[in-house]
T-cell receptor, first 113, second 114 residues
Framework: DTEVTQTPKHLVMGMTNKKSLKCEQH?????MYWYKQKAKKPPELMFV???????INESVPSRFSPECPNSSLLNLHLHALQPEDSALYLC????????????FGSGTRLTVV | GESVGLHLPTLSVQEGDNSIINCAYS??????FIWYKQESGKGPQFIID?????DKRQGQRVTVLLNKTVKHLSLQIAATQPGDSAVYFC?????????????FGAGTILRVKS
């Protein structure tokens, strides 16, 4: 298995809702990432997990809460989001130093209404 | 540094011509670089990579050039096809005290005219 799988593919949520994005990989990668991508912009790093521990938080607002239950799974819990949080959320993984490439999922298209 | 929020530059080429997409990176300590292709509604797709101890690497129809002196990368696509139309991003792997991260450049839209 050489894929990163993200669910759901599309999500519409209200500003008072709580939802979660999920990411899964079975390549044995020990580093996993969340990126946010707005239209016509490059992906921007949000969080990095290394060996299931949060290693980098790029000053992301607390309404985004990451979780890494095990080495294959990465979640992003969403609560009280704003319309400007609407974006494509991408998950990626790599062996621990990123020197053999990063594999990206297809993303979750999130719309906050 | 991170990408600046400007409109993406666009490169328009005729089918069959060669394309050259350029990218400037920010961190002299970056040791590994990757070019990605992204089609509408999809995640970034790996095209080719290069390590900092190399100047050039070739793949199938693609070549990446690295100039560390001026911190510049380029992607050359030979005999460009309509299926090459997409947004292209360069990315640099930065290894820091707290782990490694991939930082993307601003991106270029490639449009192939038939």
């Amino acid at each position: 298995d050489t894929e990163v799988t993200q669910t759901p593919k599309h999500l519409v949520m209200g500003m008072t809702n709580k939802k979660s994005l999920k990411c899964e990989q079975h390549m044995g990668h020990r580093a996993m990432y969340w990126y946010k991508q707005k239209a016509k912009k490059p992906p921007e790093l949000m969080f990095v997990y290394s060996y299931e521990k949060l290693s980098i938080n790029e000053s992301v607002p607390s309404r985004f809460s990451p979780e890494c239950p095990n080495s294959s799974l990465l979640n992003l819990h969403l609560h009280a989001l704003q319309p400007e949080d609407s974006a494509l959320y991408l998950c990626a993984s790599t062996e621990d130093r990123g020197r053999y490439g990063y594999t990206f999922g297809s993303g979750t298209r999130l719309t906050v209404v | 540094g991170e990408s600046v929020g400007l409109h993406l530059p666009t490169l328009s080429v005729q089918e069959g011509d060669n394309s050259i997409i350029n990218c400037a990176y920010s961190n002299s300590a970056s040791d590994y670089f990757i070019w990605y292709k992204q089609e509408s509604g999809k995640g970034p797709q790996f095209i080719i990579d290069i390590r900092s101890n190399m100047d050039k690497r070739q793949g199938q129809r693609v070549t990446v050039l690295l100039n560390k002196t001026v911190k510049h990368l380029s992607l050359q696509i030979a005999a460009t096809q309509p299926g090459d139309s997409a947004v292209y991003f360069c990315a640099e792997n930065i290894f820091g005290e707290y782990g490694n991260k991939l930082v993307f450049g601003a991106g270029t839209i490639l449009r192939v005219k038939s």
